[in-house]
């Protein structure tokens, strides 16, 4: 399953990079982007496990930059 989320207060192009590395070590995740300059985040993840996925897709985001949030 591919979804696309806004991100609100990304302040930086090497948080993003950061995040999407982290991101991608996910077990689950199929592929991910992170765009600094559009502020989202496009996640393709397995369909059986998304909503498990999505939980430790925010965690890491979280961990990376506390201040930004993905908008579902």
Known sequence: MKKTFA????????CAAKMERAIAKIDGVNEV????????LVLDADDARFDKVLDEVIATIRKVEPDCRLKK
Request: charged share 20%.
């Open 7 to 14: 991100l609100i207060d990304l302040d930086c192009a090497n």
């Open 33 to 40: 982007t992170v765009s600094f300059l559009a502020q989202k």
